[in-house]
């Protein structure tokens, strides 16, 4: 017999053998398993299981609280935080009240936006003409591009042509937690109210939100 034949035939055996120990495991569980069934059931989300049809949250007040907005923007990012500031903007503009909330699963505004980012700023300039004078993270300019593309041993130099998406000259290196926690404090001065620790569920009942 060959060598190879002859350990192929003790790798056989070996997988024959471990099959046979795991059958003969399950077989020795699932009794168990069987036994098992009466324990408690882990809870669930209340569409699978409504709270009003188990018993075990008989006798438990499940009043949620309740608050009405104009306007409620999940997610306090960048987006977020523009939109609701714009919104207020206009608001004012047009004298009239109107009451933008801001609901962020983070525990602060900006603690979940970690990158780093080139920030092209004229959606800025737009919603604040005066950022710089106003304070905003952006203080890092940048100075050159270099594009180059990477071989094993050499690189292989780009020219940047004025137009393409990679020229970033006027733009900013930033981090984007800052730009975003800075955008939070220019939303509450203009009266949006920020909910940060609060996480959207799901919407309900013709668009009215409910947060958890």
């Not at 003969?24 to 049809?53: F, M």
């Not at 304070?135 to 292989?156: Q, S, Y």
């Not at 137009?163 to 006027?170: A, K, V």
Request: net charge positive.
């Amino acid at each position: 017999m060959f060598p190879a034949a002859r350990y192929s035939l003790q790798a056989h055996r070996c997988v024959r053998s471990l099959r046979v120990l795991q059958r003969e495991r399950l077989s020795s569980l699932l009794p168990a398993q069987r036994c098992s069934s009466s324990a408690p059931r882990i809870t669930t989300h209340y569409t699978v299981h409504p709270r009003d049809k188990d018993p075990r949250w008989e006798g438990v007040d499940m009043e949620r609280f309740a608050d009405e907005a104009d306007v409620v923007i999940v997610g306090g990012g960048p987006a977020g935080l523009s939109a609701a500031i714009r919104l207020k903007q206009l608001a004012e503009q047009q004298g009239r009240e109107l009451r933008v909330c801001v609901v962020e699963k983070a525990s602060q505004i900006g603690a979940h936006t970690l990158s780093g980012a080139c920030l092209e700023p004229s959606a800025l300039t737009e919603l604040f003409p005066d950022w710089k004078e106003r304070g905003a993270p952006l203080n890092t300019p940048v100075t050159e591009d270099r594009f180059g593309i990477l071989t094993e041993k050499h690189r292989i130099p780009v020219p940047m042509l004025p137009g393409l998406p990679m020229n970033n000259h006027g733009n900013y290196i930033v981090r984007l937690g800052h730009v975003v926690r800075w955008l939070g404090e220019q939303a509450e001065a203009l009266g949006v109210e920020l909910y940060p620790g609060y996480a959207a569920a799901e919407v309900r009942e013709r668009g009215r939100l409910c947060v958890s």
